[in-house]
């Protein structure tokens, strides 16, 4: 049974998962400038690790969504290797390894992009768009 509007609590989200409290691996404040844009593609979102963190945050949100949607487990891939540093990205993977559906894409992209004053709407109002709530 999906659950109402009426029964929900506030959204309270983790300043880790916002732009400005934004932090590297090892725990330095790296604030993310509002005016930087995400555009999730074949690789998901790729940018400077040191960038990335409130990504994979996001990211570990709308996996938790998707997997919700299809009752099926879903993969988040980080991915880092000997390419420069720009190089390092974080993605979904559907069940059977296969690249995130298009309008799921657009909810990756939507979330990550959204400000951080507005990140609580949204997130109400991917969870109605996806059917999480009704």
Same mark, same amino acid.
Request: hydrophobic share 40%.
């Given at each position: $049974?999906?659950?109402? $509007?009426?029964?929900?609590?506030?959204?309270? #989200?983790?300043?880790?998962?916002? =732009?400005?409290?934004?932090?590297? +691996?090892? *725990? +330095?404040?790296?604030?993310?400038?509002?005016?930087?844009?995400?555009? @999730? *593609?074949?690789?998901?979102?790729? +940018?400077?690790?040191?960038?990335?963190?409130?990504?994979?945050? =996001? $990211? *570990? @949100?709308?996996?938790?969504?998707?997997? =919700?949607?299809?009752?099926?487990?879903?993969? #988040?891939? #980080?991915?880092?290797? +000997?390419? /420069?540093?720009?190089?390092?990205?974080?993605? #979904?993977?559907? /069940?059977?390894?296969?690249?995130?559906?298009?309008?799921?894409?657009? @909810?990756?992209?939507?979330? %990550?992009?959204?400000?951080?004053?507005?990140?609580?709407?949204?997130? =109400?109002?991917?969870?109605?768009?996806?059917?999480?709530? %009704?």
């Amino acid at each position: $049974m999906r659950d109402s $509007m009426a029964d929900l609590l506030p959204v309270d #989200i983790p300043r880790d998962f916002t =732009r400005n409290g934004n932090r590297n +691996h090892i *725990g +330095h404040l790296c604030p993310v400038p509002s005016d930087l844009r995400f555009s @999730y *593609g074949t690789a998901g979102f790729r +940018h400077n690790a040191d960038l990335l963190t409130f990504v994979v945050f =996001r $990211m *570990g @949100y709308l996996a938790g969504l998707r997997a =919700r949607e299809l009752n099926r487990s879903i993969g #988040i891939m #980080i991915t880092a290797s +000997h390419n /420069p540093a720009v190089d390092n990205g974080v993605k #979904i993977v559907d /069940p059977m390894g296969e690249m995130l559906s298009a309008d799921w894409e657009k @909810y990756a992209s939507e979330l %990550v992009n959204t400000s951080d004053e507005q990140l609580p709407t949204a997130v =109400r109002a991917l969870e109605v768009q996806s059917g999480q709530l %009704v």
